[in-house]
């Protein structure tokens, strides 16, 4: 599916996937550089419209250091699988904590450049 961000034309992608005999939902998105209200809006709308009512239980990037793709994890998941608990599988009300805090900052972002457009620029 399309999604809204910085990158016009950025895609998401909801995948089912399995650990431990139990099947799992991951959201694998990138363009969350939310720039504008509408933008805001939109990933809310792919979130609560599609991610939520798919049990989605993971929040992964296509860009390395963002989000849980970091190195830590990796190591994290050689250790423990295919015994231990995957450690980016969140679990639903985690992911929904978690995107909630995502959405909430790109809020504050998007307001706190109101007050001052060139303090937040992308990096």
């Keep these: 599916m399309l999604t809204p961000g910085h990158t016009d034309g950025t895609l998401a992608v909801l995948a089912p996937v399995r650990h431990l005999g139990r099947t799992h939902t991951i959201f694998l998105f990138s363009g969350t550089w939310m720039t504008s209200q509408e933008s805001r809006l939109a990933f809310e709308h792919v979130f609560?419209?599609?991610?939520r009512p798919m049990?989605?239980?993971?929040?992964?990037s296509g860009h390395p250091g963002i989000l849980v793709n970091k190195v830590e994890y990796w190591e994290?998941?050689?250790r423990q699988y295919?015994?231990?608990?995957h450690?980016?599988?969140l679990g639903e009300e985690r992911f929904d904590r978690y995107m909630s805090i995502m959405l909430e900052c790109g809020s504050a972002r998007l307001a706190a450049m109101e007050e001052s457009?060139?303090?937040l620029?992308?990096?």
Excluded: K
């Design 48 to 51: 609560d419209d599609f991610g």
């Design 55 to 60: 049990g989605a239980e993971s929040a992964l």
């Design 76 to 78: 994290q998941l050689g």
């Design 82 to 85: 295919p015994t231990g608990p």
């Design 87 to 89: 450690p980016l599988l």
């Design 117 to 119: 457009p060139d303090r």
């Design 121 to 123: 620029t992308r990096p």
